[in-house]
């Protein structure tokens, strides 16, 4: 087995896009950024992704609750949308205030400027311990505000090579944070039986 940090360095080639994730419950809206989501399905009649989301995220029960959440594609010039949603918690603020937004077929909120974005019932949920990893059906899919040419979708390492020098020690402590809170938690997954799909 190689050490750890270069264990943990070969897994980051894995990185999805980094996303945008939304959700609302009883009226609260909020969203967060994910660099953890993928196609979960090869069939195009039956679409679905699927995204993990830490559990000390105020989203996490947005999103489990209600059971629905939309994904957003972003675009390579969307610093600062992921500065603001993925920096903060909404559990104090309205992170969506100054976002243009508009409730989606799901009634979760869908943001005007994305790269595209995908509104998902969640189909069933994976519990890592720390995290759940959400299996979501798409049920509705449109493209941002602006008119083509779109443009390219954020990467992760575009997003961390080219993110505002200033926003680096905050981002390391985050993901500092979230890696103790993880390392605590990983080893006691909890087997979830998602709703309608009991035995
Ligand atoms: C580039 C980037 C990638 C992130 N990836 C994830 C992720 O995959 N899963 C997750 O739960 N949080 C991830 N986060 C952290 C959350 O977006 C962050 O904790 C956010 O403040 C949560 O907001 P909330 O508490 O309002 O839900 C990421 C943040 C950034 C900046």
């Known amino acids: 087995m190689l050490p750890p940090d270069q264990t943990y360095q070969l897994l980051r080639n894995l990185t ?19 660099d953890a989501a993928i196609r979960a399905s090869i069939v195009p009649t039956v679409p679905r992704l699927s995204v993990y989301v830490h559990k000390f995220n ?52 869908v943001l005007d400027d994305c790269y595209a974005h995908f509104e998902c ?15 979501g059906d798409v049920v509705e899919v449109g493209f941002g505000a602006a008119q083509a040419p779109r ?3 954020m990467t992760a390492s575009h997003f961390r090579t080219n993110m505002r020098p200033e926003w680096l020690k905050e981002y390391q ?27």
């Open 16 to 34: 999805s896009p980094v996303v945008a994730v939304t959700s609302e419950r009883d009226g609260k809206e909020n969203g967060m950024i994910s």
């Open 58 to 109: 105020f989203s996490h029960d947005l999103i489990f609750d209600p059971g629905r959440f939309v994904l957003h594609l972003l675009h390579d010039k969307q610093f600062d949308l992921i500065h603001r949603l993925g920096f903060v918690s909404g559990r104090d603020r309205d992170k969506l205030a100054d976002v243009p937004h508009h409730r989606g077929v799901l009634g979760a909120p």
């Open 121 to 135: 019932r969640v189909a069933n949920v994976m519990d890592t311990g720390s995290s759940t990893l959400f299996l």
């Open 151 to 153: 443009g390219e979708v």
């Open 173 to 199: 402590a985050g993901l500092e944070t979230a890696q103790r809170f993880a390392e605590e938690r990983s080893r006691q997954i909890r087997a979830v039986v998602w709703r309608g799909l009991e035995p």
